[in-house]
Antibody
């Protein structure tokens, strides 16, 4: 069972990035999954959650700019990030729970996003 | 949004000490709360779900309690690997919110 994030990097303000979380050992469909971020020296922020029924939620700070999705054929979770701001600079982690939410017990290693000119 | 006030923000303790960390929600959240441990540069690790349920594989020195607005994480006897940072996370309503974290340091 493994989650591997990719897609981070250095991007200018106003730019876009798509983060990927490739899953092995279980299917992305039908599970609660999340993107959580941590700015340098700061605490954790739950950016987005997708429920097992595909309901999607976003933090107020990213609403309208970020989109969570999953591709069953690729068994991958995505986070499309548009109109990036300096305050989006953070390590982004993907996490997974089961069909019934019992906490996010599986996590990737994180991918760094730096928004700077 | 529900605010999760975690206290203390940091504490100093010794190996073998009993430690308690609290999270207070700005409104009732039933038992929709989890506790996570995070080492520097690593992903969070789930310790407790639904306020008081020990995640599989987590040592029994960790325990959680509470319901409604007040929750506690207790480490009954601190071990060297426990000196790191802990967060609570409420999932009662969106946006799901973390506490600001508690750093447990060696005295």
């Amino acid at each position: 069972v493994r989650l591997v994030e990719s897609g981070g990097g250095l991007i200018q303000p106003g730019g876009s990035l798509r983060l990927s979380c490739a899953v092995s050992g279980f299917t992305v469909s039908g599970n609660y999954m999340t993107w959580v971020r941590q700015a340098p020296g700061e605490g954790l922020e739950c950016v987005s959650v997708i429920y097992s029924d595909d309901t999607k939620y976003y933090a107020d700070s990213v609403q309208g700019r970020f989109t969570i999705s999953r591709d069953i054929s690729r068994n991958t979770l995505y986070l499309q990030m548009n109109n990036l701001r300096a305050e989006d600079t953070a390590v982004y982690f993907c996490g997974s729970s089961g069909f019934y939410y019992r906490g996010f017990d599986l996590w990737g290693q994180g991918t760094m996003v730096t928004v700077s000119s | 949004a529900i605010q999760m006030t975690q206290s203390p923000s940091s504490l100093s303790a010794s190996v073998g000490d009993r430690v308690t960390i609290t999270c207070r929600a700005s409104q009732g959240i039933r038992n929709d709360l989890g506790w996570y441990q995070q080492e520097p540069g690593k992903a969070p690790r789930l310790l407790i779900y639904a306020a008081s349920n020990l995640q599989s594989g987590v040592p029994s020195r960790f325990s959680g309690s509470g319901s409604g607005t007040d929750f506690t994480l207790t480490i009954s006897s601190l071990q060297p690997e426990d000196f790191t940072t802990y967060y609570c996370l409420q999932h009662y309503t969106y946006p799901w919110t973390f506490g600001q974290g508690t750093k447990v340091e060696i005295k």
